[in-house]
C-alpha cells in the first residue's frame, strides 16, 4: 500500500502540475502581441511537451503493461525509451534552436539554407 502512494505522491504530483503550468504558459503567451514572439514560445513548449508526453506515456505503459502481462522484452523495449530514448530527444530537439545546428542539419538533409522561406526561430 505503501509503494502504491509514494507512487501516486512522486508520479502524480508532477503530472498534475505539468497542465497547471501549461496553462498559465499559454495564457502568459496569448498576451504578447508580436506573432515572431508567440510563434518561438508556443514552439519551445511544443518540443518540452512532446518529451514530457514521450516520457509519461511509456512509463505508464510499463506499469499498466506489467499488471497486465509479464512479456520481458516489451516491458524492456519501453524501459528503453524512457531512460535512453527521451533525454536524447531533449538535447536534439533543444539544440534544434541553435542556427549553426540547423543550418547543419538542413545541409545533411540535402537542402541549403539560403533557398528556404525565413525561419523564425533564426
Known sequence: MMTYITALLLGGGPLTCIPYSYSKIVSSIQKISSTLGRYKAFSTCASHLSLV???YCT???VYLSSAVSQNSR???TVSLMYTVVSP???SFIYSLKNKDIKNALRRL???TPGKESVD???
Open 120 to 122: 523564425p526561430l533564426q
Open 109 to 111: 538533409l540535402g537542402s
Open 88 to 90: 536524447m530527444l531533449n
Open 59 to 61: 512509463v505508464l505503459g
Open 74 to 76: 516489451s516491458t524492456t
Open 53 to 55: 508526453s514521450v516520457f
